[in-house]
């Protein structure tokens, strides 16, 4: 029973960080369109350390794009490439580089498409890949790995739960 509320905690708390991060960079216009940095991403990599953090992050991200005022095939398939995503970096959780990569590829692949046909954007795939491939590699592979090195002193006493529990 405790560790059931000590998962729904972790991942309430994940998603709580991912929308207030996703608020914070949308008033500077950087948390959605062709060229976009969500510092949220970052927390893709949490599966890392916790399993929690894989509802945490995919209802975080639905969060995120209903409150910014995304469109409909955004909400679904945004959420979409975070869902495939972070399943992948759990499954990837063994391997601290690794783990970064999939919201980059999962982003890289679904995304274009979304911006292109969901809100029109001038502008090819390819060139919608590269720059949500860029704007996931700033997110997750550089700021990832600086948040999981940052937790990994700490990660016995955020992610596992005490002995007393």
Do not use: W
């Not at 639905?62 to 959420?79: E, R, Y």
């Not at 783990?99 to 809100?119: D, E, W």
């Amino acid at each position: 029973m405790k560790k059931n509320v000590l998962f729904m905690t972790q991942a309430a708390i994940i998603a709580a960080i991912y929308v207030v991060l996703t608020m914070m960079v949308a008033t500077v216009n950087l948390a959605s369109g062709a060229i976009q940095f969500r510092i949220s991403e970052a927390l893709c990599v949490l599966p890392f350390f916790t399993p929690a953090a894989v509802p945490g992050v995919i209802i975080g991200c639905f969060l995120s794009n209903v409150l910014t005022g995304c469109a409909l095939p955004d909400i679904i398939f945004g959420t979409l490439a975070t869902a495939i995503a972070a399943v992948a970096s759990y499954k990837l959780k063994d391997h601290r580089f690794l783990v970064t990569l999939p919201p980059v590829v999962s982003n890289a692949l679904i995304i274009p498409f979304v911006l292109k046909f969901a809100y029109g954007l001038e502008g090819t795939i390819p060139f919608f890949m590269v720059t949500v491939a860029a704007g996931e590699i700033l997110a997750c592979v550089i700021c990832g790995s600086v948040l999981i090195t940052a937790l990994m002193p700490v990660r016995k006493y955020i992610f596992t739960p005490s002995v007393t529990q």
